[in-house]
Each structure stands twice: as structure tokens, then as C-alpha cells.
């Protein structure tokens, strides 16, 4: 095939072309072809079909999710009903207002039994925090360390819940003999009553729309 062959082409009469010619004219046509079919339908079904795949994957993935939770359903609802089991149980452990004044005779009575003596046992002012209210009692007592761990050991074996913080010890001479002195803040946590318990939220309540003006 010489170029004034090409020169020479009629294109009213495609027929009459060499056989080479053609064939190249044939796979140009055919590669324009499958371009425009690539680009304008190949193409878009491709996009189409990784967009599906990958929403078939996040709906694969989320039904996963959901039969995990179904399974695990009856034992969840297992757990829930011992954790309220606990917390009533917790709960029980709270005195409420007419047991209070026992419970503090029972931890002086605890230090007075461990040795301890007393030089200040002083319960200070409740705070009310969501369903319980928590009573600080400021205790100050001489004594040793043995007497000092029997005293904390006995303290928190009580049938309530009363918990010791901030402890101090110090050497410190009475009468003039060498003791060891304790001081330390007991709590011990009551039950608030419905109505306690109903004025407390509304003070909440009320705090929260001043905080928000």
C-alpha cells in the first residue's frame, strides 16, 4: 500500500478500496466504536455495579451487626437483671434516717472495742447526690497501729456501707507517753427518701434553668 494509494481513495466508493485499506478502516471504526460503547455504557454499569457491591458490603456489615446483638439478646437482658439485682442489693445496705443514728454508734463502738480512744467524733453535714445522701464524720482517735487496722478492718465489715478516707497518722506524746494519733473522715451513705429524693430533682431542675439564662 503506497501513500498516493491513500491519496487516491474514493469515499463514495468504500467498496472499491484495497483489501488493506478496509481492513485498517474496519478496526478503526470498530476501536471508535467500542470507545463510545466503553465510555457511555461499559463504563457507567461499571461504576454502577462497585457503588451496589460496596453498599451490599455496608448492608452485610449491618445486618452482622444486628444478629450479633439478636444472639446476644436473652444474655443481655440476663446481665441486666443481675446488675439490678446488685443494686438493690447495694441499696438494702443503706440505712435509712431512722437507722442512721445506730449506725454511728456502731462505728465508735467498733474504735472503742479495737482499743481506740476517742478525742473527737463529730458527723458533719449530709449531702444529697442522686438517689442517696453521703454523711461525712470527722474522727480523731489515739491509739496504735494494730488498734488503728482493727478499727478500719472493723468498720468496714459492718452490715452498711461506711467508708474511710483521708487518713493521717502521727506520733504525738500525752501525759507524757508516746501514742500514735489517727485522724480520718468516715462516710456512711442513707437511703433519700421519696420526698428527699422528689425535692432533690426539682433543685436540680431549678439550677439547671438558671444555668441556662
Request: hydrophobic share 40%; glycine share 6%; net charge neutral.
Amino acid at each position: 500500500m503506497r501513500l498516493e494509494d491513500l491519496n487516491n481513495l474514493d469515499f463514495q466508493n468504500i467498496g472499491g478500496w484495497p483489501l488493506p485499506i478496509k481492513a485498517v478502516a474496519i478496526l478503526l471504526v470498530c476501536a471508535a466504536l467500542g470507545f463510545v460503547a466503553f465510555q457511555y455504557d461499559i463504563k457507567p454499569q461499571r461504576l454502577t455495579l462497585a457503588k451496589k457491591e460496596t453498599q451490599e458490603q455496608e448492608l452485610r456489615s449491618t445486618f452482622e451487626s444486628k444478629q450479633k446483638k439478636a444472639a446476644n439478646l436473652e444474655a443481655l437482658k440476663l446481665q441486666m437483671a443481675e446488675i439490678q439485682q446488685s443494686f438493690g442489693d447495694m441499696l438494702r445496705q443503706l440505712p435509712n434516717k431512722t437507722e442512721v443514728a445506730g449506725l454511728l454508734v456502731d462505728i465508735s463502738q467498733t474504735g472503742l472495742s479495737a482499743g481506740l480512744e476517742f478525742e473527737l467524733f463529730k458527723p458533719g453535714k449530709e449531702n444529697p447526690s442522686e438517689f442517696y445522701a453521703e454523711l461525712p464524720i470527722q474522727i480523731s482517735v489515739t491509739g496504735d497501729y494494730h488498734e488503728f487496722g482493727e478499727f478500719v478492718s472493723g468498720v468496714a465489715s459492718l452490715p452498711r456501707i461506711v467508708t474511710t478516707h483521708d487518713i493521717k497518722i502521727a506520733k504525738v506524746t500525752t501525759k507524757g507517753v508516746d501514742t500514735l494519733k489517727m485522724d480520718a473522715t468516715a462516710k456512711t451513705y442513707r437511703a433519700l427518701e421519696e420526698e428527699e429524693f422528689e425535692e432533690e430533682e426539682k433543685s436540680k431542675k431549678k439550677a439547671k434553668r438558671r444555668g441556662g439564662k
